[in-house]
């Protein structure tokens, strides 16, 4: 199970929530078999696109249940639900704070959350967005992402916990996000990643690295996501 196939669970037509994910290539039988890590990996066609995807949706999932006081499958339809009505108008960009932020309203809505107020979610909504944000920008692979992921699942989830239990405010929650490059500081040397140029402290610079998150690797010639030292082909031939 994938957070795109839980999406698509209960779908009247699978192809149109597809469509309008940006996934026109797959299938619903495509979703059910296939593993999204894997597939970018081995740099299947539209690989990377579906681990994006799935990484987006994933992120919503999990703040959705932060919001709300239901069950987990229950939140899962709710988001669910809302994701397959949005498909209904077109596109659903995941990375945009409306429609994000739509998804969260009509998910709240329909799991009767009286207590989630408007403000909260707008504010939730900001913070999820600018996490799908770095997501579309970058290699669903790549450290940058998955330190991005992992500052979600962690920090952001224990912020938006904070919110609903009336600890802060959303004003306050928004005021601590700054963007979801910002919030990262990978090395701990005080330094965001943004204007850090070198994020992981192993003496070469991010533009001449490319684990730049990763203080044990720094050359891929072949761009193979497998570093020269550990690399039995490293001109990928």
Do not use: H
Not at 43 to 60: M, Y
Not at 156 to 180: E, H
Not at 200 to 214: E, T
């Amino acid at each position: 199970v994938t957070p795109v196939s839980t999406v698509l669970n209960g779908a009247s037509s699978a192809s149109t929530v597809l469509s309008a994910l940006g996934l026109s290539d797959e299938t619903e039988l495509s979703i059910l078999t296939k593993n999204p890590w894997t597939a970018a990996q081995q740099r299947i066609a539209g690989g990377e696109k579906l681990l994006q995807v799935n990484q987006q949706i994933g992120v919503i999932l999990e703040s959705a249940n932060s919001l709300s006081s239901k069950s987990s499958a229950e939140v899962s339809e709710g988001v669910s639900d809302a994701i397959q009505e949005q498909s209904q108008t077109g596109t659903v960009n995941l990375t945009d704070e409306t429609t994000v932020g739509t998804i969260f309203t009509n998910a709240m809505t329909e799991l009767n959350e009286t207590a989630v107020s408007q403000e909260e979610i707008e504010a939730v909504s900001t913070s999820v967005s600018r996490v799908n944000q770095v997501v579309d920008s970058n290699s669903p692979l790549s450290e940058t992402v998955i330190d991005t992921l992992s500052d979600a699942q962690d920090s952001l989830q224990d912020k938006i916990d904070d919110l609903v239990d009336g600890s802060t405010t959303p004003a306050d929650f928004a005021a601590s996000l700054g963007t979801a490059e910002e919030s990262l500081d990978s090395d701990g040397d005080g330094i965001p990643n943004e204007t850090d140029p070198d994020d992981d402290n192993d003496g070469v610079p991010d533009d001449q690295d490319d684990f730049r998150l990763d203080p044990t690797k720094d050359t891929d010639t072949d761009r193979d996501g497998i570093d020269d030292k550990n690399d039995g082909d490293k001109d990928g031939d």
